[in-house]
């Protein structure tokens, strides 16, 4: 049986110039002049190979949009990792732990909701400790919220809290979280469930 054959991607000058943020006799410019190399059709438009668009941004520097780097804007980051908690004492401990027995995530940090977001949107963590008890933004919106915008990507959340409600956590739960867990927290557990989430997703995270 035949190998299927991976689909190549072919840019006109017009989507060269759409990508790149230039007017489309820009992108023709470019390619007469010899610095982008391309191909005419019988009708003598100019055709351009994804790599060979690829390669000449990365040649000048230029921003690498996500259509040409492989990555969807709903990938997220599977080495990656987000505590948003508003306990800097235990956040730290938290981002210390993780970096002793997860060497291979970067760990970033959140104090609060807006900083959440921020980090959340910028950096697409695969995996997210989520503090229920924050200033300015409930955990519970900001879980709903991850698992529903897809600009996300769909990360796995593990809730966190120092709340004494026995409701608390199927709550969480009901709001997207894939797991929970009460304070004071047993680090270990927290490990456990994240090296369990990577290898749902076979994310080259080990522990340390």
Known sequence: MPKATEKVRIFSALEVANLCGVVNQTAINWIRNGHLKAFTTPGGQYRVYAEDLRAFLEGRGMRIPDELSGKSRFDVDWNSLVIIDDDRELNDLLRRYFEKKLPSLAIAQAFDGFEAGRILTEKRPGFVIL??????????????????????????????????????????????????????????????????????????????
Do not use: N, Q
């Open 131 to 208: 503090d229920v008890d924050l200033p300015g933004v409930t955990g519970h919106s900001l879980c709903k919220r991850i698992k529903t915008d897809p600009s996300f990507g769909k990360p796995y959340v593990v809730a966190i809290t120092g709340l004494d409600r026995p409701e608390e956590r199927s709550s969480m739960l009901e709001d997207g979280a894939d797991a929970f867990f009460p304070k004071p927290l047993d680090f270990e557990e927290v490990t456990a469930s994240l090296l369990e989430f990577a290898g749902k997703v076979r994310a080259p995270v080990a522990a340390g």
